[in-house]
């Protein structure tokens, strides 16, 4: 019987393996609040790569020592979900004084440094004591992309591998491959929307924005669009609230400075109110970039859930993360920052897919060998094992 705990789940989960946002059919009580539905399907996807019998939440905000002890008794590992947490603003609560006392191997399931967008990355004592303390428990920490390594890397930690992410594996499919249909035969494109941004992320915050809304209006002149929202709220109510949320919404939208002078206008407008789409279920994002023939965009985690179900996905890079991702897995990309148009003829390229193709293949058996490594019992296909054997005469 394999029991194991999780440091951040995102959201609660139902049968076994499946996660949605906590109390989600009572959307009133949480339609205020923004949370990135994203983390959720990190966290669905890890669920979806592991063998267990009985998942639990270690809680970090304090320390119960006896609590502690009978987990180290009753568990057999740890997992940190995989998220952004290697930046100068994280705050790890008393992880540290509670891995001191645990016991169990805690497996950094993808986690990812974030770089600012000048000087150096800082990170605080507890940031680097927390990460040596997962170091120290296990086999090899596992993380997103090589810049994420390097900074590991300058703190001394050595035993660290990549492997970028659980949801591009979360159908466990070793195989999986991009094949771009002609052009003309696209129809329904998905576009992942970041609209909130911050000058931590965005060297230029009208490039940005003026970026992301030509590109919504370029797709919408194009093809049958569905913008996905991935937690903002006035996303979330122009795709789910109330007639009067809805206006809401809209009004706040006008009123925020930014996105009145770079973003909206009079097509975007019409499209937020009449293409949205949100859903507090990870299972329901998956059913809708089924249904699509290309989802691209900028949201890193609905661009690799496209990829995860064979359809063909192109990232725009705007910070240290995107680019990361792009990176590990050779995903077709976009530089906002790069001073040239978005050309869709540009990027309908087999070769290009078949570069992330071939890295899709060699990531997936990274994370095999991750999780074999620290001794995680897991789903993941041994390509050499599943490959029958020669007769030698």
């Not at 997962?134 to 050595?158: C, K, W």
């Not at 795709?239 to 009067?244: D, F, N, R």
């Not at 910070?319 to 077709?332: G, H, L, Q, W, Y």
Request: glycine content about 6%; some cysteine.
């Amino acid at each position: 019987m394999t029991r194991i705990l999780v440091i951040s789940p995102s959201g609660e989960v139902y049968d076994h393996d499946n996660v949605r946002w906590y109390r989600y059919a009572d959307l009133q009580n949480h339609i205020n609040h923004y949370h990135n539905i994203g983390d959720a399907f990190v966290f669905d996807s890890s669920l979806k790569l592991l063998n267990f019998d009985k998942l639990d939440e270690l809680p970090i905000a304090h320390v119960d020592a006896a609590r502690i002890d009978r987990l180290n008794a009753e568990y057999d590992y740890v997992f940190l979900r995989g998220s952004n947490y290697i930046h100068a603003q994280m705050n790890w609560s008393k992880a540290a004084d509670v891995l001191r006392r645990l016991k169990l191997p805690v497996i950094a399931f993808g986690i990812g440094a974030q770089a600012p967008v000048s000087g150096k990355l800082e990170l605080s004592e507890d940031t680097k004591t927390v990460l040596k303390l997962i170091s120290d428990s296990t086999t090899s920490l596992g993380v997103r992309g090589a810049y994420s390594a390097e900074v590991l890397n300058d703190l001394g930690i050595r035993n660290v591998r990549i492997i970028g992410c659980p949801t591009a594996f979360r159908n466990n499919n070793p195989d999986l491959a991009i094949r771009l249909p002609a052009l003309d035969q696209i129809k329904k494109v998905g576009v992942t929307l970041r609209r909130e941004v911050s000058k931590t992320y965005a060297q230029d915050i009208k490039r940005y924005l003026t970026f992301h809304r030509d590109l919504v209006k370029a797709m919408a002149d194009r093809f049958e669009v569905t913008l996905m929202a991935q937690g903002e709220v006035e996303e979330k109510k122009l795709a789910l609230g109330t007639p009067e949320q809805k206006a809401q919404a809209m009004a706040a939208l006008q009123e925020n400075e930014w996105a009145n002078n770079w973003y909206l206008d009079e097509q975007v407008e019409g499209l937020y109110q009449s293409r949205m789409f949100y859903s507090d279920v990870v299972a329901e994002y998956e059913r809708l970039v089924r249904g699509l023939d290309l989802v691209l965009g900028y949201r890193l985690h609905g661009n690799l859930m496209a990829l995860a179900n064979g359809t063909p996905s192109i990232y725009f890079t705007y910070d240290s993360r995107t680019v990361e991702f792009a990176d590990t897995f050779k995903i077709p990309s976009v530089d906002v920052f790069g001073g040239k148009d978005f050309k869709l003829e540009e990027y309908w390229d087999q070769a290009r897919f078949d570069r992330f193709n071939a890295a899709y293949a060699r990531v997936y058996r990274e994370m095999r060998d991750f999780l074999v490594e620290n001794r995680v019992d897991n789903k993941m296909v041994d390509r050499v094992a599943a490959e029958p054997q020669r007769k030698v005469a």
